[in-house]
């Protein structure tokens, strides 16, 4: 709490203070003069603040409203009324503050990712400078404890870092040389000396920055609803209340004005809308703040309520559901045992930067003496020819096999033939492994509502159709190009666009298209992909593809409290309106209904910042 | 050109609101977007007229609350 909060709060408990020693009182002099200190202490601001407004044309303002409802309740005899409506819509308006605070608070939260400076070697010396100053291909040295400045390379030490800021993931990174690190994070026990790669506009922690900081500037409808509604609420009401004064007594007679008189003043009451309209922007900021404390970024509150109407999910497969990393499945030597044919393979593969090459010689494990190796050669779409200790050595696909004159059985999955000195000599399987959570995250969604899905892929036909099979995917698209995902997708919106919206996960490196194309697109993994990060609607930092029926999840929740807030806030506030129309309500009741019900809105709001129990269903459900 | 703003002392979502509905009427304004909670003006305009659409929106801002600046 600020000290202009706190002070705020200490003078309204002294108005309060007053007030109710007020009431213990005698009626006489000394309990109206008691009334009136408390009235002026807590309400002098908000009567000033009402006449200023009057002078510069805006009238239908709370202050005013305020104003003129306890200064009718004084005329009309009713004191302790006028100085409870006062002193509890100043309560109310304290606690709305302290609620928007608390839940700004949350999203600044996410800003201390911002590293203050870098440690760059220049010339021999180590010197601190801004990360902004800092260009790519220099040295940085990040001590534990601080924060990674820019995106790099490490050259030199281990560490683990803690990545919790960027991804909501609490398990700290392990981290050798050679490995990429990402801006943002928190570099925990050893020192790092790490080669730039990004300068930091383009860094991870300055896209995620832009990102926090623009988020919620795209307006769900209901929010723009709810604005609109409340332009025409607080005249209407208004208007009533000056129709309640004069028109029955012109009917009935003046005989009982003050009763009239004192309805219209309940009337304005509450006729102030902020607290409604409070609520229902701070139910979607809290969704919003609550999501990127688990490491999802969502653009604006519009994407949560697509979200929330979910109906279908379409996937990219490689990287998304998958691990995108390739993983050798089966080794089939023609004849002989697997390991020499997985030593002839990393022989020839051994140069080539190919991601099936890696996972062989990642498989094989041991160094290659680059002394057998007397000739190498790229052979573009087909494979390599490499002599190695005197043998000659095809590894390559099928159809560098037919070039070779040499028809052996073609595989469905991804595969490696072999041949060596006019031989056939067998094949090598990869496959690329679904995530551990895939399946589940499939049936998550399911169970939330997403009752279709299906899944694009690049891949081979049986590849992608094994994948589905084993996810409980029913539609698959096979063999696509980046153009084809397009059109297939667009056709896939036209078809269940009308049962509720449809979302694009892609990890973002050739899915920009469709990604823009979805209702919502998710990009996964994003931490140092920035192609995502652009083309997305809602960005997943890690790779955890639970996370997506968890945005769900968390948008629907949204979605329902931000609605249940209004036709709760609404449906009091007209039965009042009613029943104060027919004299039965008094000013005390008034003001329950007005601030009590926008404080109960706004405490249910703030739930939303608390998401332990979604995430424990969802993603730790032990 | 579309660029943001930062604003202070933004205390009333229905205030923010108006404010909007204001800034978008100022000639030269293509769209404007408040946004309550990150206190934060968006705000889309012919860039000749710079100057007096922001002197505009300033003022329209102060009309609804006197405490409240664009930054």
Redesign the interface.
Same mark, same amino acid.
């Given at each position: 709490m600020s000290r202009a909060q706190k002070r705020k709060l200490g003078q309204i408990a002294l108005a309060a203070g007053i007030f109710v020693a007020g009431l213990l009182m005698p009626e006489g002099y000394v309990q109206l003069v008691l009334f009136f200190a408390a009235y002026l202490l807590v309400g002098f601001g908000v009567l000033k603040?009402a006449l200023?407004n009057i002078f510069?044309?805006?009238v239908f303002?709370?202050n005013f409203l305020m104003s003129i409802a306890t200064i009718g309740a004084f005329a009309i005899g009713e004191y302790p009324e006028g100085v409870f409506v006062m002193l509890f819509a100043q309560l109310g308006e304290f606690f709305e503050?302290y609620a928007?605070n608390r $839940?700004?608070a949350s999203?600044t939260e996410m800003m201390n990712i911002q590293p203050e400076s870098a440690n760059v070697y220049r010339q021999g010396e180590l010197i601190t400078v801004e990360p902004e100053e800092v260009e790519v291909g220099e040295i940085i040295l990040v001590a534990p404890g601080e924060k990674v400045p820019l995106d790099g390379v490490i050259i030199e030490g281990a560490s683990s870092l803690d990545t919790k800021a960027l991804t909501g993931e609490a398990m700290p990174r392990a981290v050798y040389e050679g490995d990429e690190v990402v801006s943002g994070c928190i570099n925990q026990n050893g020192s790092l000396k790490i080669r730039v790669s990004k300068v930091y506009s383009d860094s991870t922690v300055a896209k995620i920055l832009e990102l926090v900081?623009?988020?919620? $500037?795209?307006?769900a409808p209901t929010e723009r609803f709810i604005?609109r509604f409340?332009?025409y609420y607080t005249p209407a009401v208004v208007i009533s209340a000056l129709a309640l004064a004069f028109v029955p007594p012109i009917f009935v007679g003046f005989e009982h004005f003050s009763e009239w008189f004192r309805r219209a003043l309940i009337f304005l009451v509450i006729s102030?809308?902020?607290a409604l309209?409070?609520s229902?922007?701070?139910g979607?900021?809290s969704g919003i703040g609550a999501a990127a404390k688990e490491g999802i970024m969502i653009k604006g509150s519009n994407y949560l309520e697509v979200l929330a109407k979910c109906r279908t999910a379409v996937f990219d497969k490689t990287g998304t559901l998958s691990q995108g990393e390739f993983a050798i499945e089966q080794i089939l030597p023609q004849k002989g045992d697997e390991a020499e044919l997985l030593e002839l393979a990393a022989w020839a593969e051994c140069y080539s930067s190919h991601p099936l090459a890696e996972a062989i010689r990642k498989e094989y494990g041991q160094n290659i003496d680059s002394n057998i190796i007397s000739e190498n050669e790229e052979l573009p779409g087909l494979g390599v020819k490499t002599v190695a200790k005197g043998k000659t050595i095809y590894a390559g696909n099928i159809k560098l096999m037919h070039s070779l004159n040499l028809n052996p059985e073609e595989l469905a999955a991804t595969a490696v033939y072999l041949a060596a000195d006019g031989e056939y000599l067998g094949v090598i399987s990869f496959n690329d492994a679904l995530k551990s959570e895939a399946k589940e995250a499939i049936k998550l969604l399911e169970s939330l509502g997403v009752k279709d899905s299906a899944v694009l892929s690049g891949d081979k036909k049986a590849v992608a159709v094994q994948a589905a099979e084993e996810l409980g995917i029913k539609r698959v698209y096979s063999e696509l190009m980046p153009a084809d995902k397009v059109e297939i997708f667009a056709e896939l919106k036209k078809e269940y666009e009308q049962k509720g919206s449809i979302i694009y996960t892609g990890d973002g490196i050739n899915d920009a298209p469709v990604l823009a194309l979805a209702d919502c697109g998710i990009a996964m993994g994003a931490m140092g992909s920035d192609a995502a990060v652009e083309a997305a609607d809602i960005v997943i930092m890690d790779d955890d593809i639970r996370k997506i029926p968890l945005a769900v999840a968390l948008a629907k929740r949204t979605a329902f409290i931000v609605r249940s807030n209004i036709v709760f806030a609404l449906g009091v506030k007209g039965v009042f309106l009613i029943l104060t129309a027919f004299g039965i309500s008094n000013m005390w009741e008034a003001v329950f209904a007005d601030v009590g019900v926008s404080v109960i809105a706004i405490a249910n709001s703030m739930r939303l910042l608390n998401i332990k129990k979604l995430k424990d269903k969802i993603i730790n459900p032990n | 050109m579309k660029k943001t703003f930062k604003m202070q002392n933004l205390d009333c979502a229905n205030c923010a609101a108006k404010m909007e509905q204001a800034i978008q009427k100022i000639p030269g304004v293509i769209s404007a977007n408040i946004s309550f909670m990150t206190q934060k003006l968006t705000l889309e305009y012919d860039e000749s007229k710079e100057a007096e659409i922001l002197a505009e929106a300033k003022k329209a801002c102060q009309k609804v609350d006197r405490a409240c600046s664009i930054l």
């Open positions: 603040e200023s510069r044309g805006q303002d709370e503050h928007v $839940s700004r999203i900081e623009n988020a919620a $500037s795209q307006k604005t409340a332009r102030c809308p902020c309209v409070i229902v922007p701070l979607f900021f | -």
